[in-house]
């Protein structure tokens, strides 16, 4: 497996923009589908946005469609999400998840590799 660490999460205002990293080490990352998924209080974790190993193939949600961008950098072991246009019901915990090149990437259970999140709040 490979260990995952987010960062760049915090406090934003409604039209704000945050930046997420995922930092990736143990294994070859550029092996692994990557993904984004977030939960919110209360409610069940969702899937946001997924890359595939070479970074050719993105996917998303639709309610980040047009507003979220995800990237990797294999070269330097890290993940991204850009997320721009925020807004109060994006309030959530953003986690990075790593899994085999086979996997859905909306699919939660076939990710096998986790950080721990990061918290991202926008006010209204």
């Known amino acids: 497996q490979v260990q995952l660490v987010e960062s760049g999460g915090g406090l934003v205002q409604t039209g704000g923009s945050l930046r997420l990293s995922c930092a990736a080490s143990?294994?070859?990352?550029?092996?692994?589908?990557m993904a984004w998924f977030r939960q919110a209080p209360g409610k069940e974790r969702e899937f946001v946005a997924g890359?595939?190993?070479?970074?050719?193939?993105?996917y998303y949600a639709e309610s980040v469609k047009g507003r979220f961008t995800i990237s990797r950098d294999n070269a330097k072991n890290t993940g991204t999400l850009q997320m721009n246009s925020l807004k109060p019901e994006d309030t959530a915990v953003y986690s990075c998840?790593?899994?085999?090149?086979?996997?859905?990437?909306?699919?939660?259970?076939?990710?096998?590799?986790w950080g721990r999140g990061t918290q991202v709040t926008v006010s209204s």
């Open positions: 998840a790593a899994g085999p090149p086979s996997a859905r990437y909306y699919n939660t259970n076939e990710y096998n590799s």
């Open positions: 143990g294994r070859t990352f550029s092996s692994y589908t």
């Open positions: 890359i595939s190993r070479g970074g050719r193939t993105t």
